[in-house]
């Protein structure tokens, strides 16, 4: 038997070991602890917060040089709808008017930094996809007023910089399309109208992402009329409708061999459904 003391010692030194077993586990490092178990920011609100960053620094450069040739209000907004939570994609080579020369090369890097937004958007590629839609959009907007294609545009470095330091081997959860799943989607026109409003365009943008990076696709663009009509048409806004559709895969890079254009009676004449398809065109 223990005496009243050596009892009264070994329950001491039980309760030393005990504090520092648990102080080795949640004590010696609680922040670390802490960080590891929060769970990490959302993709969303990662990338958006470092989109909204980067439109900011472009809009302050921009408003300090006086001889700017566009306002910094365009890149203001932009960070504002980020700020919003708002999806802010990268600008489009038909809002400007690019010289002939620089069309191939802007064609290419938007569809490289659409495929990377859409394929690779992690928390941990956030910032240089956020600088790389930034700096894109920079550049595209600066390139109507270089006078040759050796014109150095600052832009356009940080925009490759930023892309060949994206990490491409941590995909994102969700891919773009797989081989026979359902992948039919609609763009919807207001009343006589034939423009495509921004959710559009991102339906467009998508697909057109999916087209190039899989092989042996099609894109299957669906009119709907109430008479029989062919795509030589135009005067009819179904057809209408159906061709600013198959523009705009076009201008988002899709070869015109891998569109198919077709028209079913009934549904609605405001619609035209657009899918992706393998093997090559539908019978």
Not at 206 to 226: D, P
Request: hydrophobic share 40%; proline share 4%.
């Amino acid at each position: 038997m223990f005496s009243a003391d050596t009892a009264h010692v070994r329950a001491g030194l039980m309760v030393m070991a005990l504090v520092s077993v648990t102080g080795g586990l949640t004590g010696c490092k609680p922040h670390s602890y802490e960080q590891s178990q929060a769970a990490p920011p959302r993709l969303q609100e990662q990338f958006l917060t470092d989109l909204a960053n980067e439109y900011r620094v472009l809009g302050d450069f921009i408003g300090e040089q006086s001889t700017a040739p566009l306002p910094s209000s365009v890149f203001y907004d932009k960070a504002r709808r980020a700020t919003k939570g708002e999806k802010v994609a990268p600008a489009d080579l038909t809002d400007y008017q690019v010289p002939a020369f620089a069309v191939h090369d802007l064609m290419k890097a938007r569809q490289s930094l659409v495929t990377a937004l859409d394929t690779v958007n992690v928390p941990d590629n956030a910032r240089m996809l956020a600088m790389a839609q930034v700096k894109f959009d920079c550049w595209l907007a600066f390139q109507p007023y270089q006078k040759s294609a050796q014109g150095y545009i600052g832009c356009r470095e940080a925009f490759r910089q930023a892309m060949a330091n994206i990490d491409f081997s941590k995909k994102s959860t969700t891919s773009l399309a797989s081989r026979g799943s359902s992948n039919r989607q609609t763009i919807r026109f207001r009343d006589e109208t034939i423009t495509l409003d921004q959710p559009s365009h991102d339906i467009i943008e998508k697909v057109a992402t999916a087209a190039l990076t899989t092989e042996g696709s099609q894109v299957v663009l669906t009119g709907h009329a109430k008479g029989k009509v062919t795509i030589e048409d135009t005067s009819n806004t179904a057809v209408r409708r159906i061709i600013a559709v198959r523009n705009a895969l076009y201008q988002n890079g899709v070869d015109p061999d891998a569109v198919e254009t077709r028209f079913e009676s009934g549904g609605s004449a405001l619609d035209v459904d657009i899918e992706m398809r393998y093997g090559g065109p539908s019978t």
